[in-house]
């Protein structure tokens, strides 16, 4: 296993197509990353690059210390599990023993090896089935565990789940989870599905056009996330986006007033114009007439239910915030009172859309 | 706009029945979703009411017009389908007027009703555009304004968000429900995503397996399921059931489900059977201490969690049961971890475990 460190990576495409504008990252040994963007971000072109599919424009690559910018894929070592599930056309076993006979290991060695990666991935009791007429499930397993027999330096996963049906893409993506913990291997998931990324990896890169926004642990980009791209990216819903304004030490937003006192001054150095975040469940909402003084009347626009909850559409002031909240007894049009938790409250700059606080 | 009855419709492709004795009204004007599982007969029953399919039995209704022999083009209907195909050697602006040029109406109604529709969907930017050069969606606005622009009785709506990534199906779900309430009109959209049904429907028909399970306003059936199927379809994550036995001790009755007796003596009139279905929402379930109040516990280990979007279910194993609990926080519990989680009593709903009725529900 090894750390994948990539350093200025760009890569134009026929046609002046900028897909990679400088990409520094080091995903590091022995962790779970995601790769996460919508369609058109640049991230497979990015994993082409890890894997030795394509060599980039500019920049380099490194596995720990060694640079593998010129290496082909084989000579990097890296293990490949695609959308659409590759097995051969032959049984489980041979196809689990393919990578290993190609590197003309001796038999009793290979049948190990098949059997310790079969138990893993729960395939012992399907070895001598032919692995076409496994479901997409039990054909991604055996494409994941062709790719773990050969003890490779890295994993990339690329969009592995989405061709899998529910119930067995839950099975799956536990199975996955914990043989990256019990091997430690260092993987990298690519995908457009932030609730994936989410739930399975340890650290996200998000991506767009063509740049990294950020790369830190899930908890950290839902609470904290770099700009303004991946708040709105990262939740269903996405993140109330305000405008707001500073004045006289206090955030105005609509009829919301937050005393700011304490960081007017990192705002200020901003200007006075900026966007408010805040999540749809960092609101509270109520029925009662204003039941402290700070709280702000709003209009009940619209409910979406969202079975156990629901998200209320709320319009005053100028402004337009989406609250999640218990089931409540509430119809369209009523009036309620709101109010931010106030440490839940993120500020970013209008020009460029980075976080300030 | 005209309501829509289906009346008794069966229909078998090969031998296998695909809808079974179907029956149910559209209210004028309503917004009606057919939710259920994948196979569930969905496209099947729309395509019968669109006139493109002939059931084998049963009749559609019209307002008071039996339409069961009318043949699609003469019923004014329009359908969106899960994958869209637009003409791709036309215009967006073309292949939004192409039903209305084949109506043959004149060409400045058609212009005025393009315009319209486009407006609606927030669209009018692209309307010289190619569908090539058009997003995913971006070309499923486009199909759902060329099926608006027909000024139909009846849309018919088969999982149209279903291939559009989860940014989209995010801001279409409530902008679908504006530019209905705008435009008036009976819609009936099938889905096999609760979520479509719980933002969007006013009405909701449940269909499981060829038959309708339960009809209603979606916030009632949600709150009264009749039978386990219902229970599953229309919930976020599906309901949990456990199978349980009945235990008698003198004058008391009490659910044992795996060890927690639960006391039920007032339920006495109802429960006559020995084994019972004992259903519990994943929403009911929380974390709680390993103190005494009176919840139903369950120490269990942690399976996987998984977030979605903005929520948490969590998967646990409970002596060798799986439980799915939904937190509405983001909250990563990792595989093995330990957690004691638990239910208050009043929120059990108890089925029969031969019919899958429901025989109680919240300990009444």
Known sequence: ?357 | MVSVRVSSISKAFAGRKILDDVSFEVKDGSFTSILGPVGAGKTTLLRIIAGVEYPDKGSIYFGDKDVTDVPARLRNVSMVYQSFALYPHMTVYENIASPLIIKNLPKQEIDKRVNEVAELLKISHLLNRFPRELSGGEAQRVAIARALAKNADVYLFDEPLTNLDYKIRESMRSELRRIFEELGGTIVYATSDPVDTFAMAQDVVILYGGRVMQTGPVEEVYENPKNIHTSRILARPPMNLLEVELRREGDKLYLDIYGNLVDVSHLRSFLKEDEYIVGIRPEHISFVDEGGEELIKFPSTVIMTEIEGSESIIHLEWKGIRLVMYYPYIKRLLPGQNVVVGVEPNKLHIFSKETGELISKYGR
């Open chain 1, 1 to 357: 296993m090894v750390a994948i460190k990539l350093e200025n990576i760009r890569h134009v495409y026929p046609g002046n197509v900028e897909a990679v504008k400088g990409v520094t990252i080091t995903f590091e040994d022995k962790t779970f990353s995601a790769l996460l963007g919508p369609s058109g971000c640049g991230k497979t072109t990015l994993m082409k690059i890890i894997a030795g599919l394509l060599k980039p424009t500019a920049g380099r690559v490194y596995f720990d210390n060694e640079d593998v910018t010129d290496l082909s894929p084989q000579e990097r070592n890296i293990a490949m599990v695609f959308q659409f599930p590759v097995v051969y056309d032959m049984s489980v076993y041979d196809n689990l023993a393919f990578p290993l006979i190609v590197r003309k290991l001796p038999k009793d060695e290979v049948r190990r090896k098949v059997n310790e990666v079969a138990e893993l991935l729960e395939l012992k009791d399907k070895l001598h089935l032919h692995a076409s007429a496994l479901d997409a499930g039990g054909r991604q397993r055996v494409a994941i565990g062709r790719a773990l027999v050969r003890s490779p330096n890295a994993f990339i996963l690329d969009e592995p789940f989405t061709n899998i049906d529910p119930a067995s893409r839950l099975v799956l993506r536990a199975k996955i989870k914990e043989i990256q913990k019990e091997l430690k291997q260092t993987m990298i998931f690519v995908t457009h599905d932030q609730a994936e990324a989410l739930t399975l990896s340890d650290w996200i890169a998000v991506m767009n056009e063509g740049r990294i926004l950020q790369y830190d642990t899930p908890e950290t980009i839902y609470d904290n996330p770099a700009n303004t791209f991946v708040a709105y990216f990262i939740g269903i819903p996405a993140m109330n986006l305000v405008d707001c304004s500073l004045e006289d030490g206090k955030l105005i937003s609509g009829e919301f007033v937050h005393d700011v006192s304490n960081v007017a001054e990192i705002l200020r150095a901003h200007g006075t114009e900026f966007i408010l975040g805040i999540r749809a469940e960092h609101l509270e909402v109520s029925t009662e007439e204003r039941p402290k003084p700070e709280w702000v009347r709003m209009k009940c626009a619209m409910i979406e239910s969202l079975g156990a909850l629901y998200l209320l559409h709320l319009e005053g002031g100028g402004i337009y915030l989406k609250a999640k909240t218990k089931r409540m007894k509430i119809s369209e049009g009523n009036y309620v009172w709101v109010r931010m938790k106030k440490e839940k409250i993120r500020v970013f700059d209008k020009k460029t859309g980075e976080r300030i606080i």
